[in-house]
């Protein structure tokens, strides 16, 4: 038996530790490309310069990270495809791929056409898994959703989120728009 289901546990640790450093970085004031010494070439004074070269390279070994858990996880699919083709073109049921990891968090409502929201490719009735850094484990409330969005605009924020049988994972970059709000979309915590 072949089975995604390590692979999809990693995946998802890699993922959760990398929104939570991306947060960290956001909460200093600096971006991954914005230069961390004044026009003289001095350290800037107005950010801690040593904890942002130290977040950056933790968020730099989490995207290796990340690749590689990538390279396996399509390794893994080449193996399974081939077990499946050797075996008639049917998939058996403990080769299924098993990438739904975390208990729902959200619920979308709607989403309002042109927003950021229907740019990422949000559609209503998606249940969303991790919004950015937060799930199941450590959203108390809508308050939360709202600090993390109110301190990730312009940023991407990485959403999993499922819709029927698959998993997506959506990037969601709140900004202003010609709507309401930064996202355009309605969300509701999910008691399942």
């Given at each position: 038996?072949?089975?995604?289901?390590?692979?999809?546990?990693?995946?998802?640790?890699?993922?959760?530790?990398?929104?939570?450093?991306?947060l960290?970085?956001?909460?200093?004031?600096?971006?991954?490309?914005?230069?961390?010494?004044?026009?003289?070439?001095?350290?800037?004074?107005?950010?801690?310069?040593?904890?942002?070269?130290?977040?950056?390279?933790?968020?730099?070994?989490?995207?290796?990270?990340?690749?590689?858990?990538?390279?396996?996880?399509?390794?893994?699919?080449?193996?399974?495809?081939?077990?499946?083709?050797?075996?008639?073109?049917?998939?058996?049921?403990?080769?299924?791929?098993?990438?739904?990891a975390?208990?729902?968090?959200?619920?979308?409502?709607?989403?309002?056409?042109?927003?950021?929201?229907?740019?990422?490719?949000?559609?209503?009735?998606?249940?969303?898994?991790?919004?950015?850094?937060?799930?199941?484990?450590?959203?108390?409330?809508?308050?939360?959703?709202?600090?993390?969005?109110?301190?990730?605009?312009?940023?991407?924020?990485?959403?999993?989120?499922?819709?029927?049988?698959?998993?997506?994972?959506?990037?969601?970059?709140?900004?202003?728009?010609?709507?309401?709000g930064?996202?355009?979309?309605?969300?509701?915590?999910?008691t399942?």
């Amino acid at each position: 038996m072949i089975t995604m289901e390590p692979i999809a546990a990693r995946k998802a640790q890699v993922e959760a530790a990398l929104d939570t450093a991306l947060l960290k970085l956001a909460q200093i004031g600096v971006s991954l490309d914005e230069p961390l010494v004044d026009p003289q070439g001095y350290p800037r004074s107005d950010i801690d310069v040593y904890q942002a070269r130290h977040i950056r390279s933790e968020i730099r070994t989490l995207k290796t990270d990340h690749a590689q858990i990538m390279k396996e996880a399509e390794e893994m699919l080449v193996a399974i495809h081939q077990r499946a083709k050797e075996h008639g073109g049917e998939l058996h049921p403990s080769d299924r791929p098993k990438m739904i990891a975390k208990k729902p968090i959200l619920r979308v409502l709607d989403v309002l056409p042109g927003s950021p929201a229907f740019e990422a490719g949000m559609q209503r009735g998606d249940i969303i898994g991790a919004f950015g850094s937060l799930q199941s484990s450590n959203m108390r409330g809508m308050a939360d959703v709202a600090a993390l969005v109110t301190s990730s605009i312009g940023k991407i924020i990485r959403l999993e989120v499922e819709r029927g049988e698959v998993v997506k994972v959506i990037e969601l970059r709140p900004h202003t728009w010609e709507g309401k709000g930064v996202l355009g979309c309605a969300l509701e915590p999910t008691t399942s």
